[in-house]
């Protein structure tokens, strides 16, 4: 079985952030849960001299916010943190998959494909289900290529705001949607997911913790952040992003060559 944990970043103004990033580690419960854990508590008693209840969050880091505010924390020591946790997936050989969507572009399409104003909370609940659907793509054609017989389930950061939205799409690709909602993304999937869909690796629910709960979405959270920022190149994007490049498996070719390699699932 692999834990799959995912993370979202870009969630704030699209003018400042234009892409949605969903990303997430897959993680072998029996071979790598403990050590990746064990990795996380280190580096936690490295860098904090009072650790209990301190989370790791890239974007608080990043931005000396809330626990590592930049009074107490400089910047060269809450880069150092960053480092540490992005060199985490190569060296305990996580995959790394990711969707992603530009709001900007959604939100200036979307209103010429129905004709009418969308309201914004609709909008965005577009643009999180389509950057879902991407890294779905991705999970579901690298278990079947690579670990046909595993399952994976998912978790994901317990955010109210888009809970039922990752829920009700979620079922829908597996093809336990409310039959209305199925019978419309039936209608208008195209071949790729039509080979994909619907799932048959990734099982269950989604599973919503918050990160004090399940310390693996740290890296989670810290890859959406660095694909986010490597996507817009923003400042410091290559220290962030680089040493995890390796370990990303949601590129065009996995998905172009998902029909010959269906062959031999």
């Known amino acids: 079985m692999r834990l799959v944990y995912l993370d979202e970043a870009g969630t704030s103004n699209p003018k400042d952030e234009p892409f949605l990033v969903i990303a997430g ?61 992005a060199q985490i997936p190569r060296k305990l050989g996580l995959p790394i998959f990711y969707g992603s969507t530009n709001r900007l572009e959604i939100r200036s399409a979307l209103p010429s494909l129905t004709g009418t104003p969308i309201r914004q909370d609709v909008l965005e609940r577009a643009v999180h289900a389509h950057s879902f659907l991407h890294f779905i793509v991705q999970l579901e054609t690298f278990m079947r290529a690579n670990y046909p017989n595993e399952v994976a389930i998912l978790i994901a950061e317990d955010r109210p705001e888009v809970r039922n939205t990752v829920k009700f799409t979620h079922g829908v690709f597996r093809g336990r949607g ?72 949601s590129r065009r070719d996995v998905a172009q060559g998902v029909a010959e390699r269906r062959q031999s699932f």
Not at 211 to 229: G, N, P, T, V
Request: contains cysteine.
């Open 178 to 249: 409310l039959k209305q909602a199925q019978a419309g993304f039936d209608a208008i999937k195209n071949k790729l997911l039509g080979q994909l869909m619907p799932l048959e690796t990734i099982v269950e629910t989604v599973h919503f913790v918050q990160k004090r709960e399940s310390s693996l979405l740290q890296i989670a959270d810290l890859c959406a952040f660095a694909i986010k920022r490597n996507m817009q190149k923003a400042q410091h994007w290559e220290r962030l992003y680089i040493p995890l490049h390796e370990q990303v498996i």
């Open 25 to 85: 580690i897959a993680v072998n419960a029996d071979r790598q849960f403990k050590e990746v854990e064990s990795s996380l508590d280190g580096l936690l008693h490295k860098h904090v001299a009072e650790p209990d209840g301190i989370v790791f969050h890239a974007m608080e880091l990043w931005h000396g916010t809330k626990q590592f505010h930049r009074d107490r924390w400089p910047l060269e020591k809450r880069l150092e943190i960053l480092d540490d946790l």
